[in-house]
């Protein structure tokens, strides 16, 4: 494992993880590559996320970015995106491809959530942080930083796991051992993150949680959908409360 290229002196951040999404880098855009789910699942996130915070118009952040899937799909509709991660070489293969495809108003940094809120406190209409808390050490570090992040009345999207025996029968040994949708290793039980927990960390940040919904997977089909069942996958919605 290379992770020479990876910034593994942020407090915040895993180097192994990040090293993990570094090696895979250059399949990020390949639709049938390790990172199918992603963009199976962005057109569901991205009308989700429109359909709450309408991004016409809008100042989006999107944490944890990697290769740039969400971020770019956003910038589609948005009046600008900045794009974050740890990892160097997603940036880099995100970058490429926001060129190819004559993408302007996308910005791409590597500089993590919290000394970006530093800079950049309620800079943003929406922030959103897709499959990446599970990934972090303290993720509640990464939901304050996003809380700072959102101006007042703005919203902030996340996606997770849940952990319980059901998530880990889906998401690690069917995803990843018998479908065989994700590497081995990609995920980390321990990490899997209840709804109780992210709700808990949204409040202790003042961000209040405005929806939730569930992705669900049919191997037989091959298709996703979003559901009211949480219990493996989720998405959550919060608000900053205006001023
Ligand atoms: N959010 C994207 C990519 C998800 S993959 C999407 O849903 O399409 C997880 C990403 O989180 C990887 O790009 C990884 O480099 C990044 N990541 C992991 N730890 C991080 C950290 N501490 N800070 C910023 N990004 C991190």
């Given at each position: 494992?290379?992770?020479?290229?990876?910034?593994?002196?942020?407090?915040?951040?895993?180097?192994?993880e990040?090293?993990?999404f570094s090696e895979?880098?250059?399949?990020?855009w390949?639709?049938n590559?390790?990172?199918?789910?992603?963009h199976?699942?962005?057109?569901?996130r991205?009308?989700?996320?429109?359909e709450?915070?309408?991004?016409?118009g809008?100042?989006?952040l999107?944490v944890?970015?990697?290769?740039g899937?969400?971020?770019?799909?956003?910038?589609a509709k948005?009046?600008?995106?900045?794009?974050?991660?740890?990892?160097?070489?997603?940036l880099g293969?995100?970058?490429?491809h926001a060129?190819?495809?004559?993408?302007a108003n996308?910005?791409?940094?590597e500089?993590?959530?919290?000394?970006?809120?530093?800079?950049?406190?309620?800079r943003?209409?929406?922030?959103t942080?897709?499959e990446?808390?599970?990934?972090?050490?303290?993720?509640?570090?990464?939901?304050?930083?996003?809380?700072?992040?959102v101006?007042?009345?703005?919203w902030?999207?996340?996606?997770?796991?849940?952990?319980n025996?059901?998530?880990?029968?889906?998401?690690?040994?069917?995803a990843?051992?018998?479908?065989?949708?994700?590497?081995?290793?990609?995920?980390?039980?321990?990490?899997?993150i209840?709804?109780?927990?992210?709700?808990?960390?949204?409040?202790?940040?003042?961000?209040?949680?405005?929806?939730?919904r569930?992705?669900?997977?049919?191997?037989?089909?091959?298709r996703?959908?979003?559901?009211?069942?949480?219990?493996?996958n989720?998405?959550?919605?919060?608000?900053r409360?205006?001023?």
């Open positions: 494992m290379n992770s020479a290229d990876t910034t593994a002196t942020h407090s915040n951040a895993d180097a192994q990040l090293a993990k895979l880098a250059h399949r990020w390949d639709p590559s390790e990172f199918r789910p992603l199976q699942i962005n057109p569901l991205l009308a989700w996320i429109d709450l915070a309408p991004l016409r809008k100042q989006a999107d944890g970015c990697g290769g899937i969400l971020a770019e799909a956003m910038a948005a009046e600008h995106v900045t794009g974050i991660d740890l990892a160097a070489r997603p293969v995100a970058r490429l060129l190819e495809s004559g993408v996308l910005e791409y940094r500089i993590a959530t919290e000394a970006l809120a530093e800079e950049r406190p309620a943003y209409d929406v922030v942080c897709m990446m808390l599970e990934h972090v050490p303290d993720p509640s570090a990464i939901v304050a930083a996003c809380a700072r992040l101006r007042p009345g703005g902030v999207f996340f996606s997770t796991l849940n952990r025996p059901k998530s880990f029968l889906f998401a690690i040994v069917g990843e051992y018998v479908l065989r949708l994700l590497p081995r290793g990609t995920h980390e039980y321990a990490r899997f209840r709804p109780s927990e992210l709700t808990r960390w949204c409040r202790e940040s003042a961000l209040s949680v405005q929806a939730s569930g992705m669900e997977y049919n191997p037989l089909t091959r996703y959908w979003l559901s009211g069942d949480t219990s493996v989720y998405l959550i919605a919060c608000r409360p205006a001023e």
